[in-house]
């Protein structure tokens, strides 16, 4: 049996990657309290500001950067401020999506809003910002540190317009799938395809091959963020490490909803009417009329075909091998897909 | 009798500033309301997000850094993207700074949060942040682009750490004068360093002159942001652009009541106690307090030590000519000094 290809990479960059994190967040006073809420967000101290080890999310992000610049050859090592600046812009992210919706917990632990308040959450994530856009121009090359510094920025500022859209879609009376899938596609999607493309790129990888390596980041960045709303709605606390159903009690307009609302007539009709207006639904009603109108399924449709599009993708730049194994490995992992089930499109290498 | 400098300034760069400023807010999507609530915290926006031109503040953070680049006899155009980073990094601090601060106008408009609420407030911040970001990469040499792109990244992390102590100061039963210059240097001053540092880097000056320019733009931060606190309670809303006496309201530890209630015995300490705790003050009674014991005259006194090392620091670069009198010029418009007051440190030729 094979173990998990992202647990193999925790156990080969694991343990440099919390370090550079670490020596970045201490970065430049270690002392103040500023940095400690950081190290909080990041897993490595507690509510006191003492250290701990936390759980610190997968970290999935910056290993498929370190993995991406293995490419040719190349140790993954050479990525790891990189790897860093990915995990940071995301954490920004969550710091101060958590803010704005208004989510008390996270990776089972309080919110840095929770903790310290809204002002100072603002400015956590605004600080881990800085510091993650500090980190992505520590590449000794300087005409490199400007084409990935320029990716780094040109993503955060797709992140922040999908981020735009999401909170736009919340109070609006129906959301397309196109549109959904358009906002994802920023607001997760483009920094998978930073990761995948910015570690192949420092790697040393040829233009002709980043793009497609780009794209299987970016489809498998919205497999991935759609898989996430399926666990949002079906996953344990255990697994998401969030209150289960939070995002059904904030209304939230995810895949399994919109889909389901597609098909649902009378009375059902009613029931995403009232969701989608916000108002205060029976949270037992709509997940089981989520289960009976095939939600899950439906969308765990397009999870694979996403998935499918990034394998695609990754068969088009012509690269193979082990390398190309690994990135396939890690979709499926990411996807909770087993490989079996997409094998037509998988590299019989 | 002389035109005012940063007039001057105005008159020369104005329109190209504002044209490249735009030229950033469209990119990358200019029809989104999310680049439009962008365009409405710089001026080019009205509230439905039609064009207009509503007051934009004195912009004197990229004309400084426009000028710095013409030392050598460079165009301050060489620097027009920096300049447009330096602006944007600014409005980037002022959207989060009126969410944590709840303040409900700014430059005689509703502030963002105020219209489009704080989820979307938040954003509109982060996206002028990474629009900042990317912008400042924006220089043909790559070298260039690293240094000047590590420092303003170097000088925006400083900023959320000044802004980190500011807002810690609020709980606080007091403040020591130390304290207060410490966390104006980071939050305001850093920045004002790095718009001349880097308009002068970008004009091609050589390390030994960049540190004082650097240097002269910190004490001219520290000596702005002092008076600008002056301001904020002496000021009238037609000068500041904001409530009267929103400060002394949100009870703002700023230097003019951290000197008065140093010197504050009896009924007057009890005041400043009360202040201190964030209680609601008869502000008639804060506002006599602060006059009689001269808080308006002590605080002028710190701008002009401040402005004089500014103008040492000038002095110390080695530099003359046109080029440093212009420097001096605005910097003694921006602390609000009649130029003859600090005669004495002005270079004579």
Known sequence: ???????????????????????????????????????YQLGYADETLK???????????????????EALGCRGEQALDT???????????????????RDPSRRHRPTVWKLWGEPQGINVGDGLFALASRAVMAIADAETAVAVGKAFQETALLLTLGQFL????????????????DMISRKTAALVGFCVWSG???????EAFLGHLRDFGRWLGIAYQIHDDIMGIWGSAEETGKLPGTDLRNCKKTLPVLLAAQRARGGDERTFEAYFAGAAVDLDLVRETLDRLDARSDTEDVVETNLESALSALQRSGLDGEFIENLQSVAFELTGQAPAKSSGTVSNR
């Open 1 to 39: 049996m094979r173990t998990s290809p992202l647990a193999d990479l925790q156990s080969r960059y694991g343990s440099q990657l919390d370090a550079r994190i670490q020596k970045w967040l201490a970065w430049p006073e270690d002392s103040s309290d500023f940095a400690g809420m950081m190290r």
């Open 51 to 69: 250290p701990t080890l936390a759980p610190s999310g997968k970290r999935f992000r910056p290993l498929l950067c370190l993995l991406a610049c």
């Open 83 to 101: 790897a860093v600046s990915v995990e940071l812009l995301h954490n920004f992210s969550l710091v101060h999506d958590d803010i704005q919706d």
């Open 166 to 181: 999401d909170m736009s879609f919340e109070s609006r009376a129906s959301v397309a799938i196109d549109e959904y899938i």
């Open 200 to 206: 192949a790129r420092i790697g040393g990888m040829d």
